[in-house]
């Protein structure tokens, strides 16, 4: 594992306490005050030092670090400007106005200035001012900037002077004192230093640049800066852990019989092939007892053909483990809620993939959905060595890892990524439970820092407390998504892939799904992607349960991990396995842009939960409380709850527009047909809020035919899911006891 090389001067980064407390929440900027290592009186850090540590995602020398603190804004990093601009120290007055013409240009007066009104009112003049207006001047320039000159400046002058003057106060900038009451400080690096507080609301004054590197200098012998090398050093030094071998290969399946056999015997295939005696486990919710017959049949010739044990869930199974748990006074209402499928609902994979965390509870997996076969394939791109890939707050940068290729056809896709011999669970087992730092020593050859917007991550990975509680790998064959929407979003070399021509770009939209989606090396990741085609889980311990109902099980899975279990990880790592589904799938075009009008249900509860607050601790006390959050929020009136969900919608889709527009910027709005796509989306997405049920989901609104009755629905859902998070740590361990008198979710399949 090589560090930063040669004769170059150590790097460093600001911690996560830095970057935490410096941050602030709720529009308040805290002081950092410090005790030099060599002692003497506590030092307030100098705010140009602050702004620097907080806006560089990248290691610096302590001059680098200094020349950025005087010029104020980020240098020699690939984001510039606009980066430095978002993160740095401009949020007064001028984005105030920018963002205000932005977004007059756009939408124009005709949409009131009554609606703008509302939403300051409601979110305050910050997120009134940084949701109202973030659209970008493309949009503007199309429509003209008659529209939004008037209502822009007039808007934005009068949110971003007044909002401009009160963050310079709270940021401790250096016209004076700062307000009492808007100014918290943080101790760092000293027990107890009585000047604190004086420190603390003590007029800032500018400092010379030798002065700033005193500082920089004295915080990095405080061990308050991360440097590189010791970082690197960290991970070579982490020591072995033995741990045990993948025990399952699980699957959930429903009304797919042939296929899930299919898979079911690719993956018992591989593991004779490569010695391993593994098992097999697949949960099935099919309704009609002759296709679950089918299965079983198809899974017994699997176990008899490749000499492996599989284990078969049905709804029998669950009713009885179920009644089971009620008999011993375990949180039966709550497991019938996991576990069960809605009967409207055309697919509930969350509830068979609780199943499954119950029936293999304290063991290490790999699940796989039922239309994967285990066939493995490398990235075209593949080296050694690990990369760290994160991002920061509640916006779409640094969001999925992966490379894509794209192909005509099938044939293509399979002649472009020939078969390798790989044993499918030696990659997850190499990481899997692992520490970060553990991970990277394995990994070998360089460690990719490039990406790791993250500091807590950071010092995760060098306190070596964080861990790998998922892995992933890639897929070739059908890209297993419902909409080509997000294809237009892709950045660096894989949107180069996709806009090289016309003629791919629009083939990939619509004839053909064929993609090859795989990282390049081994990538830790913080968890703001998930796709659970093939995922490996450590779930030796406590991890969080699914939501049985919606598509989007997955994407609730991951931010409830992130959001309970501070030091749990995703790894993913450079291999694909092929994605064959039951029925030839295409895409509609049109779905780009329609996909903007509505959320799905994982989405509103997303919000529901990212609305929590939750104190980082044990996992366990995390999931109660967030639960516990959760069924406070099912308790309020309808009114308010559907106040809360369009605040909430409108924050997220406000987030994900200024991406978007940020794209068109980025790219010129180069290729037109790309453009086009992109524009027609954001049309759709922002004509969408303003409808009244804008923050009710899609498949409730279907399913019901009345908005009202959906909200209702909508309520239950976030209160039972409240319900599972308090109760699941109880039903696992109920799981456990049951199992061991003989009560399983999963009964043997006798081999044919």
């Not at 410090?34 to 995602?57: H, Q, S, T």
């Not at 020349?67 to 978002?86: D, P, T, V, W």
């Not at 004054?205 to 061990?223: K, T, Y």
């Amino acid at each position: 594992m090589s560090g930063s090389g040669g004769d170059d001067p150590r790097r460093y980064r600001a911690r996560r306490i830095i970057q935490a407390e410096l941050g602030g929440s709720d529009g308040v900027r805290q002081v950092l005050v410090y005790a030099p290592a060599g002692g003497g009186a506590p030092r307030r850090v100098a705010p140009e030092i602050a702004r620097a540590l907080v806006g560089a995602d990248r290691f610096r020398t302590l001059a680098e670090h200094t020349a950025a603190a005087l010029a104020g804004q980020e240098q020699g990093q690939e984001r510039g400007q606009e980066r430095g601009h978002e993160q740095g120290q401009e949020r007064g007055p001028e984005r105030g106005h920018a963002q205000g013409q932005e977004r007059g240009q756009e939408r124009g007066p005709e949409r009131g200035p009554e609606r703008g009104h509302a939403q300051g009112q409601e979110r305050g003049q910050e997120r009134g001012h940084e949701q109202g207006q973030e659209r970008g001047p493309e949009r503007g320039q199309e429509r003209g900037p008659e529209r939004g000159q008037e209502r822009g400046q007039a808007r934005g002058q009068e949110r971003g002077q007044g909002q401009g003057q009160e963050q310079r106060q709270a940021r401790g900038g250096t016209e004076g004192p700062n307000s009492a009451d808007a100014v918290e400080h943080a101790v760092v690096g000293g027990s107890d230093l009585p000047r604190a507080s004086q420190l603390a609301r003590s007029q800032v004054v500018e400092v010379s640049g030798p002065e700033l590197l005193r500082q920089l200098s004295e915080l990095a012998a405080a061990g308050l800066l991360l440097e590189r090398g010791a970082l690197v050093r960290s991970c070579a030094e982490a020591p072995p852990q033995a741990l045990s071998p993948i025990a399952w290969v699980a699957m959930p399946t429903r009304d797919r019989p042939a296929v899930a056999a299919r898979a079911t015997a690719s993956a018992l295939a591989n593991a004779r092939e490569h010695g391993r005696r593994v098992q097999a486990l697949v949960m099935d919710d099919s309704e009609d007892p002759r296709v679950r017959a089918t299965c079983v049949e198809g899974l017994a010739a699997a176990s008899s053909e490749y000499g492996l044990p599989v284990h078969y869930g049905d709804t029998w199974t669950k009713s009885r483990f179920i009644a089971a748990l009620e008999g011993i006074g375990a949180p039966a209402d709550s497991a019938r809620f996991a576990l069960r499928t809605s009967p409207d609902a055309a697919a509930c994979p969350g509830a068979n993939r609780n199943a499954i965390l119950l029936a293999t509870h304290g063991a290490r997996l790999l699940g796989i959905d039922d239309d994967i076969v285990c066939t493995p394939a490398r990235s075209p791109l593949y080296q050694p060595g690990a990369r760290v890939f994160s991002g920061v707050g509640a916006g779409y940068t640094n969001y999925n890892p992966a490379e894509f290729w794209f192909y005509g056809d099938r044939a293509a896709t399979l002649a472009d990524n020939p078969a390798v011999d790989l044993d499918v669970l030696r990659p997850h087992e190499q990481v899997l439970g692992r520490s970060l730092a553990g991970c990277i020593a394995d990994a070998g050859g360089e460690l990719d820092l490039g990406e790791a917007l993250d500091p807590a991550m950071l010092d995760h990975i060098d306190d070596q407390s964080g861990r790998v509680l998922a892995s992933f790998y890639g897929s070739y064959g059908d890209i297993g998504w419902y909409s080509p929407t997000w294809l237009a979003f892709l950045e660096g070399r894989s949107r180069e892939r996709l806009v090289a021509s016309p003629e791919i770009y629009l083939r990939s939209c619509d004839a053909s799904r064929e993609v090859l989606r795989v990282v390049d090396r081994v990538t830790l990741n913080d968890g703001r992607y998930c796709q659970t085609a093939v995922i490996g889980f450590d779930n030796r311990d406590l991890l969080p349960p699914f939501i049985p109902l919606g598509r989007y099980e997955d994407g609730v899975f991951r931010l409830t991990l992130r959001t309970c279990f501070q030091r749990g990880y995703f790894a993913y790592l450079p291999y694909a396995l092929l994605h064959d589904p039951q029925d030839p799938r295409g895409f509609n075009r049109q779905d780009i842009h329609r996909t903007g009008s509505w959320v799905r249900i994982g989405e509103v509860i997303n919000q529901c939960i990212l609305a929590q607050r939750v104190s980082m601790g044990d996992p366990r006390d995390a999931l109660g409380a967030l639960g516990r959050g959760l069924i406070d929020l099912a308790r309020s009136p309808v009114g308010e709850l559907r106040g809360f969900l369009q605040r909430r919608v409108w924050e997220q889709k406000s987030r994900y527009l200024e991406h978007l527009c940020g794209l068109l910027r980025r790219y010129g709005r180069r290729p037109a047909v790309w453009a086009a796509d992109v524009s027609a989306h954001i049309d759709q997405c922002a004509a969408s809020l303003e409808g009244p049920d804008s923050m009710i989901p899609r498949e409730f609104l279907i399913a019901e035919g009345d908005p009202e009755r959906a909200l209702l629905r909508t309520r239950r859902l976030v209160g039972d899911l409240g319900r599972l998070f308090v109760d699941w740590p109880a039903i696992v361990e109920a799981a456990e006891l049951l199992r061991e008198r003989g009560v399983r979710l999963a009964e043997p399949v006798v081999p044919a």
